[in-house]
């Protein structure tokens, strides 16, 4: 297995914690309110800390109901760190065993946000990650960053 490396940052008028809190401790419940696609969001393992697997079912533009499951890799409240990986489902690629992304907050400018982010794609054998779905994947992942930022801005 091989491991390609991304990083990543943006920023965000939304202040950290404000925006942890939404993007790590209360997502399964904005998600389905802030995306009209995101339908459901499930714990099937765990109990909502490191090693917690939830299943979130989306209706994608075709009208189907796909899914992705998501691992929680480890929470660090102190540092407004989060690790997560997509172990299965729609959005995990045939050629990767995993994607891992580690999330960091910080203070930003005009209070509020720099959002680092290490993106780990962890391969099957020694395939390549395929540039069209990376490039789809951060699309999709900018998009939804966007999308619940905006619901956080709009119920402050």
């Known amino acids: 297995m091989a491991v390609f490396t991304f990083e990543d940052e943006t920023t ?5 914690a404000t925006l942890y809190k939404a993007l790590v401790k209360d997502a399964d419940n904005i998600v389905p ?6 339908k459901s969001v499930e714990i099937v393992e765990g109990n ?7 299943k979130i079912s989306f209706l994608e ?3 189907e109901t796909k899914f992705v499951l998501h691992k929680i890799e480890g929470i660090d409240e102190a540092n407004l760190g ?13 050629t990767a065993e995993k994607i891992t992304i580690d999330t960091i907050l910080s203070d930003g400018p005009n209070g509020g946000s720099v959002v680092k982010l290490s993106i780990k794609y962890h391969s099957k054998g020694d395939a390549s990650p395929n540039e069209d779905e990376l490039k789809a994947g951060k699309a999709k992942s900018d998009s939804l960053f966007k999308v619940i930022e905006a619901y956080i801005l709009a119920n402050a």
């Open 33 to 38: 309110k802030a995306v009209d696609s995101f």
């Open 12 to 16: 965000s008028p939304v202040a950290p």
């Open 48 to 54: 909502g800390g490191p090693g917690t697997i939830k």
């Open 61 to 63: 533009a075709d009208g």
């Open 82 to 94: 989060y690790s997560y990986s997509i172990v299965g489902g729609a959005a995990l690629p045939n």
